[in-house]
T-cell receptor, first 115, second 115 residues
């Protein structure tokens, strides 16, 4: 069964500092991996996705993530945090072998930005 | 930009009552999903739907739940007799099949409160 584990339910960084949100996956087949963001009282918005085309994936709002098969990781980074980045971030995995693949979400990491 | 729309944004219902949550997926999408997020917890898969039938369902999706695509545009989730523990944010999502990644687009969610 596929799963993702997000390390740290809450991360707090200063404005302008590096953001690093950790995600490790478990999958018996090459996975599709995603990062979604949920702003307060909003829905889920796709930040970026890994599809095997490139191991370093760039997303919206300056975020990027690197797929490392040897470490089964897909950590999300942003060089310089902005106050508007405060939100809940979900790492997710999908089975690439199925057309109607469900997405399995991690437990989420709440990102807080200190002024 | 096409988007998944959900109505209502917030629904309050009495325990034991039936509730129908409505979704309009993106028009050319063929796969439809319902997820739920209990307050403070992860987003959980409920059910996927394709070609007018359920493709997959989780253990959460018991006999109290049903899904339907009553016409060419709507996709509904019915809870027959709501329980307090059904209180959650319910997300609808849709995707289009193809050779690429199964990227699901999520609606803004319906917050269901069972009292």
């Amino acid at each position: 069964a596929q799963s993702v584990t997000q390390l740290g339910s809450h991360v707090s960084v200063s404005e302008g500092a590096l953001v690093l949100l950790r995600c490790n996956y478990s999958s018996s087949v090459p996975p599709y991996l995603f990062w979604y963001v949920q702003y307060p009282n909003k829905g889920l918005q796709l930040l970026l996705k890994y599809t095997s085309a490139a191991t370093l994936v760039k997303g919206i709002n300056g975020f990027e993530a690197e797929f490392k098969k040897s470490e089964t990781s897909f950590h999300l980074t942003k060089p310089s945090a902005h106050m508007s980045d405060a939100a809940e971030y979900f790492c997710a995995v999908s089975d690439r072998g199925s057309s109607a693949s469900k997405i399995i979400f991690g437990s989420g990491t709440r990102l807080s930005i200190r002024p | 930009e096409p988007e998944v729309t959900q109505t209502p944004s917030h629904q309050v219902t009495q325990m034991g009552q039936e509730v129908i949550l409505r979704c309009v997926p993106i028009s050319n999408h063929l796969y439809f999903y319902w997820y739920r997020q209990i307050l403070g917890q992860k987003v959980e898969f409920l059910v996927s739907f394709y070609n007018n039938e359920i493709s997959e369902k989780s253990e959460i999706f018991d006999d109290q739940f049903s899904v339907e695509r009553p016409d060419g545009s709507n996709f509904t989730l019915k809870i027959r007799s709501t329980k307090l523990e059904d209180s959650a944010m319910y997300f609808c999502a849709s995707s289009v099949p193809g050779t690429g990644v199964t990227e699901a687009f999520f609606g803004q969610g319906t917050r269901l409160t069972v009292v």
